[in-house]
Structure formats: C-alpha cells, structure tokens
C-alpha cells in the first residue's frame, strides 16, 4: 500500500472520529437540556389531567387541539397551524353493561348471576333496547369457530384467545392476539352469532377491559362487541367447562355523521433546505376509558420536548422539520392519510419522518423502514445512541400515523420503540393514567428521538 493511501485513509479515520466526537458532543447537550430542563412530565399532566381521553371528534379531543396548538407555540414553534381532515365520529353512547346467569344454585334452582367488567369495542353498534340475552358459545381460535359453526346461530360467540406469552416481544403477542377484536365480530355474525365477547388484547393481572378498534366486513351483519377483562375472561371459561351459562348484555355505541378534525402542526424552518420535511410526531387521539398517557399522549409531549430543545439550544435545522400531532389514529388513520396526501399533492419533498406510539417506557431501540443503504446507514449510529439506553435498530417500519409516507411517497419512516414488557397493563384500558408514566422513562425516550431526527438532519438518508 502506498504512502499517499496510507495518509488518505488516516485523515479518513480521523475526520470520522472527529465527526463522531462532534456528533456526541451535541446529543450529550441535547440530552443534558431535555433530563435537566424538560416540560414533557408537565405537558402530559397538563393533557391527562386537564383534558383527559380524547377519542376522535368528542369534546375532549378539540379541546387537545387548541392544547397542541397553543404549546407547540410556546415552545418556539415558527409557524404553527390546523391541517384539516375529516374523521369519524364513533361514540359509547352510555355504560356497557353484561351480566352472566350460571347455575343453578340456590334453594329454587334459579341460575346465580354474575356482573362482568366489559368495554365495547370501538366502532361496535349498540345492542339497541331491550338489551341481548342469549346462552354463551366459548371458541379457542377461529379454527374452534369453525368446527363449532353449526351451533353458534343466537349465540354469543366467546373468543377466548390468549396472548402468547412465549413471545418476548409484547408486539408479537398483540399482533398475534389482535385478529379476534378486528375480524372477530364478523367471523361469528357470519354464522348467525347475536353478539361477541373478546378476551381483552393484554397480558396484565388486573381485570380492566381494553377496548381498540374493529372491523366490520361490510357484506355481513354489524353485531355488537365487548372485550372482556382478563379475570373475569377465566372465570367464564372455568364455568362454561362445567355447564351452560346466558350473558344479559348492554351496550350503547352507534355513528355520528363524519366530521371535522385536524392535525395540529408546528415546524422549524430550515436554514439550508427549507423545501425539505423531516416529521416526528404521536398521535393526539385516544380512546375514552382511561387518560391515554402512554397511548399516545407520552408520543406527543416527546414530541414537542424535541422542538423546545432544540429552540432553547438555538439549533438551527438544516432541514424543515415538522411536529405533527395526529389525528384519529386509533379508529381510522384519517390524519396521517391526509398528512401523506397533501404532502404528495403540494409535490414536497420528504425525507424522513419518525413517530413515537409505543409508551413513554425505558428506551430500546428503533424500527426503520427504508432502503438496504439507508438501513445501514442508520445503524452506524448506534454507538451515539447507546449511552442513553438504544442498543438496537431493526429493519422494519415507522409508526401508524408516518407509514402513508412511506406507502405513497417511498419516504423512509422510523418508530421509536421502548421496553414493551408493560405497555399492554395500560394499551386501550381505564389504567392507562398520567400516574403510570415515568418522568425519567419520558424525558429519555424525547433525548433518543431528538438524537436521531438531529443525525438525520446533518448527514441525511
């Protein structure tokens, strides 16, 4: 090897650790302003405890509006503004109710009765008046249903599937698990079910129903759906595998006409390439029984700790970078659609957009979703990471509210994604509360967003 080669590729090294050292120096500022002088902890009691759940379209979710938009402002946003978007209006409509009739027992023989803790599932029809009584049909899997189709017509149809708890990855389990809240009901209407039980999405020990979106197959009757908490979900199974039991059951859910909505966004202009996007953002919607502090309102307040940071640190963007707060994730997708779809139709030119909607819980690491080149790209910048708690970066995609940028666009899309072990305690449930959410856990998972969209921004994909 040559002398002058032998020099090229020692300034090479040394300009690499030059970079790196540059690079760290600057994560290391940004993590010291968000761990000793973050507002994320505050925003968020602000959110839950002032506003609370904000299911699409209901008083609560305008009220967050108006919230995003005043603090995405005093946070030193340059411009901020509504990005309008219609969205569904699904609401409970009252108290979901089910009482199970088990027996007999007593003097009389006349059944014993049982109240069980359910929650509709989101977009489910009401059971109407009077209520739905019927006897219970209780099925593993939809492969169960199958072989028990012919005795499931005026049944309540019982799915009882359990999330997987091999998988080390609570994601798995729910992915998984998910596919008897979301086609469940159909599946069962199919063959003459009255109505569907769903045993929670949750491996948690309390007995809080969660409730999440369904699916209705258009082409089948629309029956109505609870999810079930988990120990009243094995107090069922235990008596239906001694006798018969019937369910009374209540709910109240039914559709509003669709309505107006926004996405509520802020954005820092960039100093090199201001017709160039990068996006982080959560989602702003949640759903009705608890605060929705880890789904999403953790997302959120990251993401707007990232923009105070960087305004407090006077960074100076080389890109456009956008804070989006989503609207109608949770049953509908209408904001991050139409954030896509108004992006492809302005011609703008994306090239990163990164989402947190995993919980405010101790970092691990990052899913991305572009390019091989990209891939390992991002990979390389692990090292800069890992002293606030990311060891890893999967090949895999972004966030539900970035991923129509990637589908519509081909821009490269990342979520953050911490510890999972707890996430589904609190997914969709009544315990999903501003007391569940670490201030620590919070402020770390905001310095690791905030590294990420700063090296995207430097160095690009």
Same mark, same amino acid.
């Given at each position: 090897?040559?002398?002058?080669?032998?020099?090229?590729?020692?300034?090479?090294?040394?300009?690499?650790?030059?970079?790196?050292?540059?690079?760290?120096?600057?994560?290391?500022?940004?993590?010291?302003e968000?761990?000793?002088?973050?507002?994320?902890y505050?925003?968020?009691?602000?959110?839950?405890?002032?506003?609370?759940?904000?299911?699409?379209?209901?008083p609560?979710?305008?009220?967050?509006?108006?919230?995003?938009?005043?603090?995405?402002?005093?946070?030193?946003?340059?411009?901020?503004?509504?990005?309008?978007?219609?969205?569904?209006?699904?609401?409970?409509?009252?108290?979901?109710?089910?009482?199970?009739?088990f027996?007999p027992?007593?003097?009389?023989?006349?059944?014993?009765?049982?109240?069980?803790?359910?929650?509709?599932?989101?977009?489910?029809?009401?059971?109407?008046?009077?209520?739905?009584?019927?006897?219970?049909?209780?099925?593993?899997?939809?492969?169960?249903?199958?072989?028990?189709?012919?005795?499931v017509k005026?049944?309540?149809?019982?799915?009882?599937?359990?999330?997987?708890?091999?998988?080390?990855?609570?994601?798995?389990?729910?992915?998984?698990?998910?596919?008897?809240?979301?086609?469940?009901?159909?599946?069962?209407?199919?063959?003459g079910?009255?109505?569907?039980?769903?045993?929670?999405?949750?491996?948690?020990?309390? *007995?809080?129903? @969660?409730?999440? =979106? /369904?699916?209705? &197959?258009?082409?089948?009757?629309?029956?109505? %759906?609870?999810?079930? !908490?988990l120990?009243?979900?094995?107090?069922?199974?235990?008596?239906?595998?001694?006798?018969?039991?019937?369910?009374?059951?209540?709910?109240?859910?039914?559709?509003?006409?669709?309505?107006?909505?926004?996405?509520?966004?802020?954005?820092?202009?960039?100093?090199?390439?201001?017709?160039?996007?990068?996006?982080?953002?959560?989602?702003?919607?949640?759903?009705?029984?608890?605060?929705?502090?880890?789904?999403?309102?953790?997302?959120?307040?990251?993401?707007?700790?990232?923009?105070?940071?960087?305004?407090?640190?006077?960074?100076?963007?080389k890109?456009?970078?956008?804070?989006v707060?989503?609207?109608?994730?949770?049953?509908?997708?209408?904001?991050?659609?139409?954030?896509?779809?108004?992006?492809?139709?302005? *011609?703008?030119? @994306?090239i990163? =957009? /990164?989402?947190? &909607?995993?919980?405010?819980?101790?970092?691990? %690491?990052?899913?991305? !979703?572009?390019?091989?080149?990209?891939?390992?790209?991002?990979?390389?910048?692990?090292p800069?990471?890992?002293?606030?708690?990311?060891?890893?970066?999967?090949?895999?995609?972004?966030?539900?509210?970035v991923?129509?940028?990637?589908g519509?666009?081909?821009?490269?899309?990342?979520?953050?994604?911490?510890?999972?072990?707890?996430?589904?305690?609190?997914?969709?449930a009544?315990?999903?509360?501003f007391?569940?959410?670490?201030?620590?856990?919070?402020?770390?998972?905001?310095?690791?967003?905030a590294?990420?969209?700063?090296?995207?921004?430097?160095?690009?994909?």
């Amino acid at each position: 090897m040559g002398k002058l080669t032998l020099n090229f590729l020692a300034f090479f090294v040394c300009s690499y650790c030059f970079a790196q050292n540059d690079d760290s120096m600057m994560i290391r500022h940004v993590a010291d302003e968000i761990l000793l002088h973050s507002k994320a902890y505050d925003n968020l009691h602000d959110l839950t405890k002032n506003i609370g759940g904000r299911l699409t379209a209901s008083p609560g979710f305008y009220k967050a509006e108006q919230w995003g938009l005043k603090t995405l402002q005093q946070s030193g946003a340059d411009k901020v503004w509504l990005q309008e978007c219609m969205v569904p209006h699904w609401v409970r409509g009252g108290k979901d109710e089910a009482v199970a009739g088990f027996g007999p027992g007593g003097k009389n023989g006349k059944q014993r009765a049982k109240v069980l803790d359910v929650l509709a599932l989101g977009n489910s029809i009401g059971t109407g008046f009077p209520a739905i009584r019927a006897n219970v049909t209780e099925v593993k899997s939809f492969e169960d249903l199958e072989k028990k189709r012919d005795s499931v017509k005026g049944k309540i149809v019982f799915y009882n599937y359990k999330f997987n708890p091999t998988f080390i990855g609570t994601f798995q389990a729910y992915g998984d698990a998910v596919q008897y809240r979301g086609s469940g009901p159909s599946q069962a209407a199919k063959y003459g079910a009255l109505a569907v039980i769903v045993r929670s999405m949750t491996e948690s020990t309390d *007995n809080n129903p @969660h409730t999440g =979106a /369904l699916r209705y &197959d258009t082409t089948l009757p629309k029956i109505p %759906a609870v999810a079930i !908490g988990l120990k009243d979900a094995d107090w069922l199974d235990s008596v239906l595998q001694k006798s018969k039991a019937s369910i009374l059951l209540q709910t109240n859910g039914h559709f509003l006409p669709d309505t107006i909505g926004h996405n509520v966004i802020g954005e820092l202009t960039g100093s090199e390439f201001p017709d160039q996007y990068i996006t982080v953002g959560g989602h702003l919607d949640s759903w009705d029984p608890g605060e929705g502090a880890h789904d999403d309102g953790a997302g959120v307040v990251q993401t707007i700790e990232i923009l105070r940071a960087f305004k407090s640190l006077g960074y100076k963007p080389k890109h456009t970078i956008r804070f989006v707060l989503f609207a109608n994730e949770e049953n509908g997708l209408r904001g991050g659609t139409k954030y896509a779809e108004e992006a492809k139709s302005k *011609n703008e030119m @994306h090239i990163f =957009a /990164l989402e947190s &909607d995993g919980g405010g819980f101790t970092p691990r %690491a990052f899913s991305f !979703g572009g390019t091989p080149d990209q891939f390992k790209k991002v990979q390389s910048w692990i090292p800069l990471l890992y002293p606030y708690g990311v060891y890893q970066i999967t090949n895999g995609g972004g966030g539900a509210d970035v991923s129509p940028l990637n589908g519509n666009m081909k821009v490269a899309v990342a979520e953050f994604a911490p510890d999972s072990q707890r996430y589904f305690d609190y997914h969709h449930a009544r315990s999903d509360v501003f007391e569940n959410v670490n201030k620590r856990e919070l402020e770390l998972g905001a310095v690791n967003m905030a590294a990420f969209i700063y090296l995207v921004d430097k160095y690009g994909l």
